[in-house]
């Protein structure tokens, strides 16, 4: 069937920065510079997928560095999160759990880069991932702390932990709940939204990071975003069978055809659009903006302002993309050929 994606409306104007094509190519280059795209067929994919686009929307105001930075992270995290969801690594969830171990072994807090061989869990993974995480690691720690990266490692973390999850799933056929699946898909957000504060060159300090309304204006985004990512990409993983997507789970729970499930999705999707409009409205508040001086209550609203171009610039994008093309079904990865 052909689904019709129902329209989302976000209050904050999409912008885009000027360094777009500069990046485009820059991080199709350092796809092609670690073998992360080792085929035609992979290198077709990932350029059609324009994540410079989608890094430009997201930070329109960086700088040409950092943004290229950034779209770099966004690179390899998806080829990887590829490699986990479409290659047979994506069944053996006791593999999958030693090989993402293995690669925030790679993330110290410290900021350092030890190039030293170690035990292999998975070579295809290793020899294309390993210097690449490198590279980012290099060029990251210049603008970041030990407490910021110890963060980072752990958002990435948190997803690993979802990406075993679902590789446990599809082992054993199981369909995850409603509720099971909103609790875990709401980390894979998070990394990305860290890099706002390498764009902006200032950290978040952990006593705001921690107050209860930045985490749910936080998460009203993560929802925001990564459900409107479910709509558009449900078709392609209807027709791989991949139970990991909101709107299959809400038609597989209610009992519902597709199109059904994606308005119901939609719906949830606007609400929680709304529900960040209304927080990023109204944060920090009187009371902390009180206790703030001039400098950091503009660095804090520099980010706020980061996190409302992540909402729009990730629904233009949608537009953009061909990433969740239906009609494009083979793709390739590091370890081969594997359908997309």
Avoid at 177 to 183: K, N, Q, T
Avoid at 235 to 243: F, G, Q
């Amino acid at each position: 069937m052909s689904l019709d994606i129902p329209q989302l409306h976000a209050q904050f104007p999409p912008r885009i920065s000027p360094f777009t094509a500069q990046v485009e190519e820059s991080t199709r280059a350092f796809v092609r510079r670690f073998g992360l795209v080792p085929d035609e067929a992979a290198r077709r994919h990932h350029e059609r997928s324009l994540l410079g686009t989608l890094m430009s929307r997201a930070y329109p105001h960086s700088g040409p560095v950092e943004l290229a930075l950034v779209t770099d992270w966004i690179s390899c995290m998806l080829v990887l999160d590829d490699q986990f969801d479409e290659t047979d690594l994506g069944l053996e969830p006791e593999r999958l759990r030693a090989v993402c171990d293995e690669v925030l072994g790679w993330l110290p807090a410290d900021g350092t880069v030890d190039d030293r061989p170690t035990a292999v869990v998975d070579a295809s993974i290793t020899r294309a991932f390993r210097p690449a995480y490198a590279d980012l690691w290099r060029r990251t720690a210049p603008y970041t702390s030990d407490t910021w990266r110890a963060r980072l490692a752990g958002h990435i973390g948190a997803f690993f932990e979802t990406c075993v999850w679902e590789a446990e799933n599809r082992r054993t056929g199981r369909v995850p709940g409603l509720a099971e699946y909103i609790e875990h898909r709401g980390r894979a957000l998070m990394p990305y939204l860290d890099l706002i504060e390498v764009t902006t060159h200032a950290e978040i300090p952990e006593e705001i990071y921690r107050l209860p309304e930045f985490t749910e204006m936080n998460q009203a985004l993560s929802d925001a975003d990564l459900w409107t990512n479910d709509l558009f990409s449900c078709e392609k993983e209807a027709l791989l069978s991949d139970p990991h997507n909101l709107v299959l789970v809400h038609r597989h729970e209610h009992g519902t055809d597709l199109q059904t499930a994606a308005n119901a999705v939609a719906e949830m999707v606007q609400a929680r659009f709304d529900r960040f409009t209304e927080l990023s409205s109204s944060f920090p508040g009187p009371a902390l903006e009180a206790e703030l001086s001039p400098a950091d209550l503009g660095m804090l609203r520099r980010h706020v302002e980061g996190l409302r171009s992540w909402l729009s610039g990730q629904l233009q994008w949608r537009f953009e993309t061909h990433r969740f093309d239906p009609t494009r079904l083979e793709g390739s990865n590091a370890t081969g050929s594997t359908p997309l």
